[in-house]
């Protein structure tokens, strides 16, 4: 009990430190600081997306950027509802946009990163943007995005929020997502590029090359987000950045089911593991946010038998509602979502045993197949 108790203050003081980072850096926004138009390449890979292909299209077609400087590559990844056969005819209709099957190539990779990766491939955009099928952004996304290429500038990370209507269990998910978001953004506006979504990044072409692409991450189901990240934070020297203007945010939907949910963040918590090999500090901020959440859960049940532990789960809570809180009410103002902070609340609740469960599940998270 002693042991694990210094073992739970010093992970606990790295949480808090980390959350103190997080938050901090919300108040260093940087600001778009470019006027050039370079050439930019879209990049979405699909598998099953029939649903969502039509106003994601309609939506890229009304970009406020000029036609013949942006270019939109869809690759299919094995869809079976007919998304490539629809592509293909929508192809014949716009000037600027291009299909391919990862069935007619073939890759080194597997899953989403072989759809991106002959994207990529087939690209002759300077810069890479991108998204998913399921995302929605304004007309002047494009635009937004570009004008943080300054030309020290390799990468840009754009916000990408939930979307939600009266269910609880949306709202927790847009809330969840937000508060990731003020991690990544937060952390990097202080010097750490310790977070992203695949859902709305963009890079250049030459910095994805100079970080051999996907090859750190080829044997993973995932890894073209975070752990990609990493790798390429360390094979350039060019900065990655924040995009903190509006004009770059986009929004996408939420898991329908609960089933759903727990997939996606199993898959997504796999990576940390991970992350050992390429970010040892991030690693251990990732070990610190489990041993906090599992302490305060332990020393409130052991409260119970032992009456002096209530002190430290007292300690551990206060430290973690005060941090956690001040960060999602900055989070909630920066992103436009102050309605959220209701949510706060219930999530907080749910949270410690959430992160303790999703940790354990994590173990199969490499298992799970991309849609």
Known sequence: MILFFFVSIFFVAIYVIALVLFFTGLFRPVLPNSNKTPLVSIIIAVKNEMENLSEILSLLIL????????????????STDGSYQFLLEYQKRITNLQCFSTNDFKSKYKYKKAALDLGIQKSKGDLILSTDADCRMGKNWIKGIVKYFCDDVDMVI?????SYNKSIFQKLQSFDFLMLMAAAQGSLNNGFSWGCSGQNIAFRKQAFCNANGYESVKKLKGGDDVLFLLN?????????????????W??????????DFIRQRMRWASEASFSRHISLTLYIVSIATLITNFSLLFFFIASFFIPIVWKLFFIIFLLKIVWEGALSYKATKVYNQKSLLKIFPIWFIFDSPYVVVMSILSIFGNRIKWR
Do not use: R, W
């Open 250 to 259: 986009i929004k996408n939907k939420p898991e329908k089911s609960y089933t």
């Open 158 to 162: 754009g916000f990408s929020g939930v």
């Open 63 to 78: 970009q406020n950027y000029p036609k013949n400087l942006h270019e939109i590559i869809i690759v299919d990844n094995g």
């Open 232 to 248: 390429f934070t360390k094979m350039n020297n060019g900065k990655i950045v924040f995009a903190s203007h509006s004009d770059s």
